[in-house]
């Protein structure tokens, strides 16, 4: 496919066909059934190709052809994609051999609510889905990656508020920006592959907001200079993979640079590009090395930004776990390459010590503190998705937390999305342990004691916090000012991790 090229078909024509033949995701996700809709997750079309039968109606001849990878007869796609077939022919998004037709690319339904940032029911370009139903074949260099688990990830990630400026670092297919454009008046979007623009290109057309977003080639922030933005958002290219040519590495995943480098340039890059108050959140990769705490390098990285941080290691995973999930995904499994690539991948993790590598989810804040707040953690645990209003509210605890000891106790504190559970021995008087746990973003949680219980949940917003412990004290006969410098403290990290809100 030419790369540096407009396309000729018509994307408003092209969205149309597609919507007139009900190529959306709830039409499809109820014709195919759940189980269906599930196995194409899991890169299986037979379900699929099961449900759909002989039919050959339009909606039928789309799956088939950019979805399930199948050809469809001229004629088919002619009735599903009416005066459009040649143009797509031209523009190489599908091909025509011996009066079939083949798409050379994957054009899939794909929507979200207004919680994602904007309300659509659209659709993504990007590069067929590799290794389909236990195919071998080989991923090429400038492969263009469909919606992924990792790209859903990101959307959920993402804090929505209204922004001026925003910069998707990495777009690929571009449906990060799909979001962005909701809340942000400006997005600029820039990849280093040029395959991935112009399916970009198509992605945003194909919705209809082109307008909103402004592609740029290059590398990281290269193509923004010293601009300064709003919000910054990132699924880079983290992939620690052993030094290759350029034609062979995956520019989607593999940034050619030495072990995880390529996320530290996204962290350290961030601190002079992000607007008074601005965010940036990143999924990535780091690795843990010997003889080295995980946390303290990652704090190299944050500190000079000046930002405050919340970090959040998702997973760890051994080398032998990492190196197997990615060459996987390069379409090696079963292949002649795969043992001498596997033997090429541990000597360069231990040339550089890697010991395991942490996947997970990081975000700055530039707050403009002196002192600013960064917190390293591991959370392998459950969490209600999204978790952007979780980042938000984890910023907004930050500033709440600075708050003197007397304001502190000034304040009309009320406990949010929180519930209580209590154990202990059946029939006994008194529970052994009482858990305040969240039940939305990180689901995180605290055990508490019965003065800390009672404090807590009497904070509705009405009394403030100094009368509280007070009044708790007093039901328990306890030193009222002993009990207010003891719970004080361990109130504010509660503070901090958005269990209580002002």
């Known amino acids: 496919m030419p790369t540096d090229q407009p396309f000729a078909t018509d994307s408003r024509r092209l969205a149309d066909a597609l919507r007139a033949a009900e190529f959306t995701v709830d039409p499809v996700a109820e014709r195919l ?4 809709w599930a196995a194409l997750g899991r890169n299986t ?3 699929a190709l099961r449900a759909l039968g002989g039919a050959d109606d339009p909606q039928a001849t789309l799956l088939r052809l950019f979805v399930l990878q199948r050809t469809v007869g001229r004629a088919a796609a002619d009735r599903a994609l009416p005066g459009l077939v040649d143009l797509l022919i031209a523009d190489a998004l599908v091909e025509e051999v011996a009066g079939r037709i083949a798409a050379t690319v994957d054009i899939r339904p794909y929507g979200a609510d207004e919680s994602a940032g904007i309300a659509f029911d659209g659709w993504a370009a990007s590069d067929h889905v590799p290794g389909l139903d236990g195919r071998v074949n080989r991923t090429r260099p400038d492969f263009v990656l469909p919606p992924s688990p990792a790209s859903v990830t990101l959307t959920q990630m993402t804090i929505r508020r ?8 990495g777009t690929g297919c571009g449906v990060q920006s799909l979001h962005l454009a909701g809340h942000a ?6 990849d ?3 395959r991935a623009l112009r399916l970009a290109d198509l992605t945003l057309r194909l919705n209809g907001v082109e307008d909103r977003v402004e592609l740029r080639h290059g590398s990281l922030y290269e193509p923004v200079g010293d601009e300064r933005y709003d919000l910054i958002i990132s699924n880079p290219p983290y992939v620690m993979s052993p030094p290759q040519e350029v034609g062979e590495r995956l520019t989607y995943r593999e940034g050619g640079l030495p072990g995880d480098s390529l996320v530290e340039q996204v962290i350290r890059g961030a601190g002079s590009r992000l607007a008074d108050g601005g965010s940036l959140q990143v999924l990535g990769n780091w690795a843990h090395v010997r003889g080295q705490d995980w946390t303290e390098r990652l704090h190299d990285w944050i500190d000079p930004t000046g930002c405050d941080a919340l970090v959040l290691q998702r997973e760890l995973l051994d080398p032998y776990e990492y190196i197997e999930l990615w060459l996987n ?7 002649d390459e795969y043992t001498g690539r596997y033997a090429q ?4 993790f231990d040339e550089l010590g890697i010991e395991g590598v942490g996947l997970g989810w990081m975000s700055l804040h530039n707050a403009g503190h002196a002192d600013p707040s960064v917190q390293i953690q591991e959370w392998p645990h459950s969490v209600a998705q999204p978790v952007g209003p979780a980042f938000a509210a984890q910023q907004q605890g930050v500033e709440l937390a600075r708050r003197s000891d007397e304001e502190l106790l000034a304040t009309s504190w009320r406990l949010v999305d929180s519930v209580q559970e209590t154990y202990g021995v059946p029939g006994a008087a008194d529970p052994d342990h ?3 746990r969240q039940r939305t973003g990180f689901c995180r949680a605290v055990e508490a004691d019965t003065a800390l219980a009672g404090v807590l949940g009497a904070c509705d917003g009405e009394l403030p916090l100094g009368v509280i412990i007070r009044a708790v004290a007093q039901l328990l006969e306890a030193d009222a000012e002993g009990l207010v410098a003891d719970l004080t403290g361990r109130i504010r990290p509660l503070v901090v991790d958005g269990f209580l809100v002002a």
Do not use: F
Request: aromatic fraction near 6%; charged fraction near 15%.
């Open 45 to 47: 079309t037979l379900a």
């Open 192 to 194: 280093l592959n040029p």
């Open 162 to 169: 209204p922004v001026t400026r925003a910069l998707d670092l």
């Open 33 to 36: 059934g759940p189980q269906a």
């Open 185 to 190: 008046q400006r997005v600029v979007a820039t």
């Open 329 to 335: 995904d390069a379409g090696l499994a079963g292949s």
């Open 345 to 348: 991948w541990l000597d360069y």
């Open 434 to 436: 009482i858990v305040l």
